[in-house]
T-cell receptor, first 111, second 117 residues
Framework: GQQVMQIPQYQHVQEGEDFTTYCNSSTTLSNIQWYKQRPGGHPVFLIQLVKSGEVKKQKRLTFQFGEAKKNSSLHITATQTTDVGTYFCAGKGWGANNLFFGTGTRLTVIP | DAGVIQSPRHEVTEMGQEVTLRCKPISGHDYLFWYRQTMMRGLELLIYFNNNVPIDDSGMPEDRFSAKMPNASFSTLKIQPSEPRDSAVYFC???????????????FGPGTRLTVL
């Protein structure tokens, strides 16, 4: 079955350092979404990428979709304590309307 | 908009008891998803509905789990009988199709934290 893996599983950074999480799918995706879950909260949608090689930015966050549409990354520049949480990628296969959530990367930002 | 509503927010029950979790999706959304989240297994899709019809229930762990969506504004997830390994946070999410690209951002509810003793 379809699998979406993320690395690293955990990341501790000093405030101000950059952070990147990587997402890899076993199959080609039609699109990929990213979600953030704060501790004790629920996943909240961040962005969707659809096109091969697409790059989108949201302030300090940069999202990329691989050329083969099988991998994606999220990069945060100059982390802040408000960035703390678990970041999930979620891939959508072709013809299906459900998402396959990645294993998540838990980010801790040390003040 | 009130967002996705789930109840109860917390449930503590004893092994063998029946548990019913409830969800009200966002009005106008035609997809509804039930997820389970644990430290060990992450976020797992249990079942999803489109226009109140179950589309894929392959994630439902076993026959003890059942889900219904009697109308567009209400869904239940039932566990009978419950077991300690069912302890998890259960999320309901909804989305809507929009245009040919089937833009399907999912809106999650606050979740139900279930503890089975």
């Amino acid at each position: 079955g379809q699998q979406v893996m993320q690395i690293p599983q955990y990341q501790h950074v000093q405030e101000g350092e950059d952070f990147t999480t990587y997402c890899n799918s076993s199959t080609t995706l039609s699109n990929i979404q990213w979600y953030k879950q704060r501790p004790g909260g629920h996943p909240v949608f961040l962005i969707q990428l659809v096109k091969s090689g697409e790059v989108k930015k949201q302030k300090r966050l940069t999202f990329q979709f691989g050329e083969a549409k099988k991998n994606s990354s999220l990069h945060i520049t100059a982390t802040q304590t408000t960035d703390v949480g678990t970041y999930f990628c979620a891939g959508k296969g072709w013809g299906a309307n459900n998402l396959f959530f990645g294993t998540g990367t838990r980010l801790t930002v040390i003040p | 908009d009130a967002g996705v509503i789930q109840s109860p927010r917390h449930e503590v029950t004893e092994m063998g008891q029946e548990v019913t979790l409830r969800c009200k999706p966002i009005s106008g959304h035609d997809y509804l998803f039930w997820y389970r989240q644990t430290m060990m297994r992450g976020l797992e899709l249990l079942i999803y509905f489109n226009n109140n019809v179950p589309i894929d229930d392959s994630g439902m762990p076993e026959d003890r789990f059942s889900a219904k969506m009697p109308n567009a504004s209400f869904s239940t997830l039932k566990i009978q009988p419950s077991e300690p390994r069912d302890s998890a946070v259960y999320f309901c999410a909804s989305s809507r199709t929009s245009g040919g690209a089937a833009y399907n951002e999912q809106f999650f509810g606050p979740g139900t934290r279930l503890t089975v003793l």
